[in-house]
């Protein structure tokens, strides 16, 4: 399989339970990036096949506009994996983007779902290839192999730091879902710098996970521009409140996509002219200068063609 990897906005990732008929419609009607239909947590046992009908039903019959549609399964280890990935690709394989898996603990886990996908697509006369994945690293044994994970699939698009289940495989006292109470500082830095490299290293986007407390603006505000400033590209949202909080701190603003193309531009015609280096406002840019600017441009252009 040698398809190239879609490039996606994903500056906001929302969570929608596939039990609610209205919150799916309502995401879809939305302003997020990607919504993901979610199988997994906020889904009780007993509702995990109802959960999958109804997920068919919301990719198949709803209006998406140009988000991407994905789903979260179950994990691997669990009794439900087969089922969701198999009813949902017969169900509804050609409006479905992208799976997410979470639980991942190394990359044989990605393996499998890669293979069983190629099965069903090659099953269901899909483009082979044309459902990507994203993982969620949120064990201690994935964070430890996330390297061999951001390198296990060519239909891998994203890595997701997803810190709720991630802090109590840690064995944290105090972390709730992407906070902590008691740290003097960030208490996921490290884990997010690790999530970041790997992903970055094999062409990835990189994704801060969720913040539990809805309600507090701020302290999201805070988590997305501390992993933005690390290099992700997005964050999830657990309610449709913290989408636009999402788009708006991943999203080059006018004045800053002003300033990387006359940095850029600058830097080019120094080149040009056989130089290294260019004063700039008083500033001193060289080619390690323009790199960092190209990359606003590069989230620039990825946000307009979408």
């Keep these: 399989m040698t398809n190239p990897r879609p490039v996606r906005p994903r500056r906001s990732e929302l969570s929608t339970p596939a039990t609610s008929e209205k919150m799916m419609a309502k995401a ?8 993901f239909l979610d199988l997994e947590d906020a889904v009780a046992p007993n509702a995990k096949d109802v959960a999958r009908k109804q997920a068919v039903t919301a990719l198949r019959g709803l209006d998406w506009g140009r988000k991407t549609r994905a789903v979260r399964i179950n994990g691997v280890q669990t009794t439900w994996c087969l089922d969701d990935i198999t009813e949902v690709v017969a169900g509804a394989g050609a409006h479905l983007d992208v799976l997410i898996i979470p639980k991942v603990k190394s990359a044989r886990d990605v393996w499998f779902i890669d293979t069983l996908l190629t099965q069903l697509e090659h ?28 390198a296990s699939s060519p239909r891998l698009e994203a890595l997701i730091l997803g810190v709720g289940d991630l802090a109590a495989s840690h064995g944290m006292r105090s972390a709730h879902i992407g906070t902590s109470s008691g740290y003097p500082g960030d208490i996921w830095h490290s884990a997010r710098t690790k999530l970041i ?15 539990g407390d809805f309600t507090n603006d701020d302290a999201y505000l805070q988590q997305a521009n501390w992993a933005a400033e690390l290099g992700a590209v997005g964050k999830w949202a657990i309610h449709p409140n913290q989408v636009t909080l999402a788009n708006d701190v991943y999203s ?5 996509v002003s300033q990387a193309r006359k940095i850029v531009t600058a830097m080019r015609e120094a080149e040009a002219a056989g130089d290294g280096a260019v004063a700039i406002d008083g500033v001193m840019v060289d080619a390690a200068t323009a790199r960092i600017f190209e990359t606003v441009l590069q989230r620039a252009s990825v946000v307009e063609q979408h």
């Excluded at 099953?123 to 044994?141: A, N």
């Excluded at 490299?197 to 913040?211: H, Q, T, Y």
């Excluded at 080059?252 to 800053?256: F, G, I, M, V």
């Design 28 to 35: 879809a009607a939305g302003n997020a990036d990607l919504v």
């Design 123 to 150: 099953k269901h006369g899909l483009k082979i290839g044309g459902i990507g994945l994203e993982v969620l690293i949120e064990e201690v044994e994935a964070l430890a192999a996330v390297d061999a994970i951001a």
């Design 197 to 211: 490299v790997a992903a970055r290293s094999n062409g990835l986007d990189a994704i801060d996970g969720p913040f």
């Design 252 to 256: 080059p603003t006018e004045e800053e």
